[in-house]
Antibody
Framework: QITLKESGPTLVKPTQTLTLTCSFSGFSLSTTGVGVGWIRQPPGKALEWLALIYWDDDKRYSPSLKSRLTITKDTSKNQVVLTMTNMDPVDTATYYC????????????WGQGTMVTVSS | DIQMTQSPSTLSASVGDRVTITCRASQGISSWLAWYQQKPGKAPKLLIYKVSSLESGVPSRFSGSGSGTEFTLTISSLQPDDFATYYCQQYNTSPYTFGQGTKLEIK
């Protein structure tokens, strides 16, 4: 059974760097085809795709946020970390991590999400 | 980026109705399209992948179709549990963009 869980601060100040950790079980990020993605959702708004890391360490980013995002994996710890620099109040959102299906790329299992508020 | 445009943004319907939600891509995405259902305060749930493949455990009243740039999600007979927000997502080309969502409301 695949599970994912996001963790990190609930409140960050403007200009600070956000670090979120996705801890998962039930799969290995060293298995061919596997990926873990990050998606966010501001309150009352739509889903926004942020980044994805593949089993072979290939990384993809949203172009609009690429300069601020870094995604890394620790295969031995079964974790994926997303950092976002220079946080702003508009970055207030629920942040989700999700497992990418091996067969194609849809996000079949999601974490519960973690709400991050950016405020001074 | 590939833009995904859903219509309508809001849909009012009754239990038992057949409803269709449309998703248009700004360029061709082959068959790499997924549909998700999201309820308030919950994470999205994968319903359909690769345009028309039903995720395990998803009721057969949900179906997907389309090709190229135009895709649809159909619910054949609405059940009370189906009132939620639905999102399409293309995963053909990074960034793997989502539509803006369609909120399905009770009439």
């Amino acid at each position: 059974q695949i599970t994912l869980k996001e963790s990190g601060p609930t409140l960050v100040k403007p200009t600070q760097t956000l670090t979120l950790t996705c801890s998962f079980s039930g799969f290995s990020l060293s298995t061919t085809g596997v990926g873990v993605g990050w998606i966010r959702q501001p309150p009352g708004k739509a889903l926004e795709w942020l980044a994805l890391i593949y089993w072979d360490d290939d990384k993809r980013y949203s172009p609009s946020l690429k300069s601020r995002l870094t995604i890394t994996k620790d295969t031995s710890k079964n974790q994926v970390v997303l950092t976002m620099t220079n946080m702003d109040p508009v970055d207030t959102a629920t942040y989700y991590c999700a497992h990418r299906t091996i067969g194609g790329g849809a996000l079949d299992i999601w974490g519960q999400g973690t709400m991050v508020t950016v405020s001074s | 980026d590939i833009q995904m445009t859903q219509s309508p943004s809001t849909l009012s319907a009754s239990v038992g109705d057949r409803v269709t939600i449309t998703c248009r891509a700004s360029q061709g995405i082959s068959s790499w399209l997924a549909w998700y259902q999201q309820k308030p305060g919950k994470a999205p749930k994968l319903l359909i992948y690769k345009v028309s493949s039903l995720e395990s455990g998803v009721p057969s009243r949900f179906s997907g179709s389309g090709s190229g740039t135009e895709f649809t999600l159909t619910i054949s007979s609405l059940q009370p549990d189906d009132f939620a927000t639905y999102y399409c997502q293309q995963y053909n080309t990074s960034p793997y963009t989502f539509g803006q969502g369609t909120k399905l409301e009770i009439k």
